[in-house]
Antibody, heavy 119, light 108 residues
Framework: EVQLVESGGGLVQPGGSLRLSCVAS????????MSWVRQAPGKGPEWVST???????YYADSVKGRFTTSRDNSKNALYLQMNSVRADDTAVYYC?????????????WGRGTLVTVSS | EKVMTQSPATLSVSPGERATLSCRAS??????LAWYQQKLGQAPRLLIY???TRATGIPARFSGSGSGTEFTLTISSLESEDSAVYYC??????????FGGGTKVEIK
């Protein structure tokens, strides 16, 4: 079955760190453009980062310098390292796959993992 | 960064009736627009891309139209399972892609 499964969310204090994981099944992460998209409570989704199949990664200005994405090809997994977190980073974090053509939209999403930043 | 504005915020429609949702871009995005459906507690699901092309497995009652700055998602005959929040997303200006704030469709 083709799916994405996120994990690693939880409660973290402001200024702290957290690492999210996304494990893919049924396709290779390395052959696709993989993204993190977050959604704060009651808000629309917000793009966070995209990692190209080449490994190049682009970040939203709101997380640049604080968040880092990496991959583990042997585990077919994508990770989001979140450092210096702030209250406005509170959201459900989704792993998503971009369509395999020139349309920059997301045809596969995980169920998400909730990150709460609070003291 | 292009801002996407959706209207109305909430739409209440009876089963079998037509639902029309709007999405406006702050600048032209050409035909580079997608629509998603998000049911309570679930991830978004891609409905439409390229402004008017249905994604795999999406019922024909969902249709998209528009270009430039004005877009519409139409549900031709609403079913109870269509109760959800619908989001538009532009991808003309990458990065970033940006999403609208959503329209909640309620069943009367």
């Amino acid at each position: 079955e083709v799916q994405l499964v996120e994990s690693g969310g939880g409660l973290v204090q402001p200024g702290g760190s957290l690492r999210l994981s996304c494990v893919a099944s049924g396709f290779a992460v390395t052959n696709n453009y993989m993204s993190w998209v977050r959604q704060a409570p009651g808000k629309g989704p917000e793009w966070v980062s995209t990692t190209y199949s080449s490994g190049d990664t682009y970040y939203a200005d709101s997380v640049k310098g604080r968040f880092t994405t990496s991959r583990d090809n042997s585990k077919n997994a994508l990770y989001l390292q979140m450092n210096s977190v702030r209250a406005d980073d509170t959201a459900v974090y989704y792993c998503a796959r971009k369509r395999g053509d020139h349309h920059w939209c997301f045809d596969l999403w995980g169920r998400g993992t909730l990150v709460t930043v609070s003291s | 960064e292009k801002v996407m504005t959706q209207s109305p915020a909430t739409l209440s429609v009876s089963p079998g009736e037509r639902a029309t949702l709007s999405c406006r871009a702050s600048q032209s995005v050409g035909g580079n627009l997608a629509w998603y459906q998000q049911k309570l507690g679930q991830a978004p699901r891609l409905l439409i891309y390229g402004a008017s092309t249905r994604a795999t497995g999406i019922p024909a009652r969902f249709s998209g139209s528009g270009s430039g700055t004005e877009f519409t998602l139409t549900i031709s005959s609403l079913e109870s399972e269509d109760s959800a929040v619908y989001y538009c997303q532009q991808y003309n200006d990458w990065p970033p892609v940006t999403f609208g704030g959503g329209t909640k469709v309620e069943i009367k």
